[in-house]
């Protein structure tokens, strides 16, 4: 998945505020944690929710590579192609390992996934370059929240198939561009990227919803969860990374 680009305070990720009470398991490894059956199974979604975000990832960079407008811009969308698929080998083969079949893992997300890129699939490149940078960096900041609560193992393994592709200073510099070219760009890029954040979140809360031991891993039933005071908190350092993004874009939030 993409990332904020490090180098810009602009686009820092949010951080999980930690607490003592979200130190238990996060202490533990894999063998340690996986005992409890319902932890079990909410890991088992979260991967599988990332390993087929992860393999969409793959599948949209490799077809926003055809809009893009030169030669460089196409190999350098198909590198980060190669690296998303590279994550998703990475969730693949941990599913496995733990003995959980991937395809069955993944299926319960295809269709919101699916769902969600097909109510914002971009008009052209300079859209999928936002989609890419801030769509899924909402993503990214969402299951980053979530790592900080799982056993060590899981959450080495999350955390690194969150590491930038190199999308992030990409988009940056090419939608900035754009925008120095033609201001006119920065109106039509902002509201597209404020349709974004909404079917992102929108998104993000059907998934949870619609899975059982997730959603009570995330409101504080299994493990480390968040309060429910704490899942408005991360709402909001998502949406305080969002803007940040936005201005590292050009744009207004």
């Known amino acids: 998945m993409t990332t904020p680009d490090n180098a810009s305070d602009a686009s820092a990720e949010p951080t999980a505020e930690p607490t003592a009470e979200s130190t238990a398991v996060a202490a533990q490894d894999w063998a340690k944690a996986s005992v409890d059956p319902q932890y079990h199974a909410a890991v088992v979604d979260l991967i599988g929710a990332l390993a087929y975000g992860e393999l969409a990832a793959f ?104 590491d930038d592709t190199g999308h992030a200073s990409f988009a940056i510099e090419k939608v900035r561009a754009a925008i120095d070219a033609d201001p006119r760009v920065g109106g039509r890029l902002a509201l597209w990227a404020r349709r974004l954040m909404g079917e992102a979140l929108s998104q993000s809360q059907r998934v949870v919803a619609d899975r059982d031991a997730l959603s009570t891993m995330l409101v504080g039933g299994v493990a480390d969860g968040f309060d429910l005071a704490e ?23």
Do not use: C, N
């Open 231 to 253: 899942v408005g908190r991360m709402f909001s350092r998502i949406t305080e990374a969002h803007t940040k993004r936005m201005a590292a874009l050009g744009l207004a939030a």
């Open 59 to 162: 599948e949209r960079l490799a077809e926003d590579a055809k809009l893009a407008p030169t030669l460089g811009d196409k190999a350098e969308l198909a590198k980060m192609a190669s690296a998303e698929f590279h994550h998703f080998e990475q969730l693949r083969a941990r599913l496995t390992e733990i003995g959980v079949d991937p395809t069955q893992a993944m299926e319960p997300f295809v269709a919101a996934l699916d769902g969600f890129h097909k109510q914002t699939a971009p008009s052209d490149w300079l859209e999928g370059l936002v989609k890419a940078y801030v769509g899924d960096s909402i993503a990214s900041d969402f299951y980053r929240e979530v790592a900080a609560r799982l056993d060590a193992d899981t959450r080495q393994l999350v955390l690194a198939v969150l």
